[in-house]
């Protein structure tokens, strides 16, 4: 299928069109901040705008990628310009055009100085975002995956919170430690598959059938997996997260909860798992022991936070244990209920950050002991919060709710063949990963009762303005999105359906046809079969 805005190719046009804003913002004067900001705020719309035919004209009963563009770049090194979407990029396309025009708009008051240069940096950051989800060729995609560092290490760095500088550098630090391990399993797995075929690609979609025996599925693997656990974060590597969050300026917050940790979510669904899939099965256990411990800890540590913007930081470690969790748990079920878990998470979550970026402008503290009776005074901002409170903890009617429900059920349904006396493995995992639903309910709700509710004790908190126009419509579409997904989910699951039975078809095809030698390490969990149906 091929789409064209002006000529120019869908995915192109997406993934470009922000920098081509940038540049257009380069040439307006900076003693201009207004006109710097709303140009800005029309890029990001037109850019969402141009995203909204990804969803309408996806084709949900084609296998395969779409709207794919692909041209010679270096031929040489088999190093191509290949892009292309399926249901599961498609949507995360989408929560970043949308992530992206809803922070900008709620900069506009948060961001006072070089703002030319925030702006500018914003878009770069979008550009490579997009670039992530598109690119279909390794090199391309490890060159967007760079790109995106930078901007997101300036955003904090520099208009980020007093320990920016030390949060920025952790940050960088972490990440490029992954990339660097990923870009060694990129280069291994570019010459094995000369070696078996003769020909030098970074294709992904031909490195898929690269003949890998066991032994070297794990440590490449091990390599992926590594740099796309510390993105998402998974537990241990998830110490650099609440200091990115808490440092970073709310937009960022939002950004990088939004959308950032989804490109751990993504590499592994995209790369780890169908380029590795015997290897896959092999560390299942361990991934969803480390998920399990995720869900739990991170629950447990926002429970004792006493800065509000730091609790939703470590809230984000549990809730992408779940998403974990659904991905490894290998049925149609959990892997469906991940890949919406993410996308809900990056709805509640972004749309937490955006609230406490609301609170902090008004009383310049994120203290839950500073707050107290604010809905009182500010009803309408009480009842968005609120909104989104119970969308975080998973309420019934709201987004959150269908992809934990969808991810208990594959984790349920897991791992038969292994009992524990009168349970299954998948009985058990489900049982403690629900103990992090309920913990989820106890923090959240318990931030908000000291936050909105009691008599106001601090002055301070007497005649604040409730939401402003600008404020409300920067909440607006976010709260509708979680309210349409928690009621009638059945158009985003829809556009997954296909892409998650090629990816199970893909890894139990491959994982029968490579067992032909025990793996390495001796999987703890029998992994179900990979044939599920909703």
């Not at 709620?106 to 598109?134: D, Q, W």
């Not at 969803?288 to 540590?301: K, N, R, S, T």
């Not at 309420?395 to 269908?402: D, E, Q, R, S, Y």
């Not at 059920?409 to 493995?425: D, K, M």
Request: glycine share 8%; net charge neutral; hydrophobic share 55%.
């Amino acid at each position: 299928m091929t789409f064209t805005i002006l000529g120019v190719p869908i995915l192109t046009f997406l993934t470009f069109f922000p920098t081509v804003g940038a540049l257009l913002i380069m040439l307006l004067p900076a003693s201009k901040p207004r006109t710097v900001r709303v140009t800005a705020f029309l890029v990001s719309i037109i850019t969402f705008a141009a995203s909204i035919p990804l969803f309408t004209l996806f084709d949900s009963t084609q296998r395969g990628m779409q709207f794919t563009e692909q041209s010679a770049w270096v031929p040489s090194l088999g190093i191509s310009y290949h892009m292309g979407v399926d249901g599961i990029s498609m949507l995360l396309i989408l929560l970043t055009t949308l992530l992206t025009a809803v922070s900008i708009l709620a900069s506009f008051s948060a961001i006072t100085t070089r703002v030319k240069a925030y702006m500018v940096t914003f878009l770069l950051l979008e550009t490579g975002m997009i670039g992530v989800f598109t690119a279909l060729d390794l090199f391309l995609f490890y060159i967007f995956w760079e790109v995106m560092l930078i901007p997101m290490y300036l955003l904090i760095g520099v208009w980020g919170g007093p320990r920016r500088v030390y949060a920025a550098v952790k940050f960088i630090l972490y990440t490029v430690a992954g990339s660097l391990l990923m870009l060694v399993g990129i280069l291994k797995l570019y010459i094995a598959h000369h070696a078996a075929t003769g020909i030098y690609t970074f294709d992904l979609l031909q490195l898929y059938d690269t003949p890998l025996d066991p032994g070297t599925q794990l440590w490449l693997f091990g390599a992926f997996a590594l740099a796309f656990a510390i993105k998402v974060p998974m537990f241990p590597f998830h110490t650099w997260l609440p200091d990115a969050h808490v440092e970073a300026p709310t937009a960022g917050s939002v950004i990088l909860a939004g959308v950032l940790l989804k490109m751990g979510v993504y590499g592994f669904l995209r790369f780890a798992i169908p380029l590795f899939p015997e290897a896959a099965m092999t560390y299942t256990p361990w991934i969803v022991g480390l998920a399990l411990i995720g869900i739990i800890y991170g629950a447990l540590v926002a429970m004792v936070q006493r800065d509000v913007k730091k609790l939703v930081a470590y809230s984000s470690v549990s809730h992408l244990g779940f998403v974990m969790l659904g991905i490894f748990a290998w049925n149609a079920q959990g892997l469906s209920g991940g890949i919406l878990q993410s996308i809900n998470h990056g709805l509640s979550t972004g749309a937490l950050f955006l609230a406490v970026g609301i609170l902090y402008e008004r009383r310049h503290t994120r203290e839950i002991a500073d707050f107290g009776g604010l809905s009182e005074t500010l009803p309408w901002f009480a009842a968005f919060f609120m909104i989104v409170c119970l969308s975080s903890m998973g309420l019934p009617g709201l987004n959150g709710f269908i992809g934990e429900f969808l991810v208990l059920l594959g984790a349920f349904r897991a791992w038969p063949l292994e009992s524990l006396g009168p349970l299954t493995v998948g009985n058990l995992v489900s049982a403690i990963a629900a103990i992090g639903v309920i913990l989820a309910a106890i923090y959240l709700l318990w931030m908000y009762q000291r936050v909105m509710f009691g008599p106001v004790t601090n002055e301070k908190n007497r005649g604040l303005p409730d939401l402003a126009k600008r404020e409300f419509w920067t909440l607006a579409p976010v709260i509708l999105l979680i309210i349409w997904i928690g009621v009638y989910p059945n158009p985003f699951l829809r556009k997954l359906d296909v892409s998650v039975s090629e990816l199970l078809s893909r890894v139990h095809a491959q994982t029968l046809s490579m067992r032909t030698a025990p793996p390495a390490l001796p999987p703890l969990i029998v992994p179900a079969s990979a044939e599920g149906s909703r």
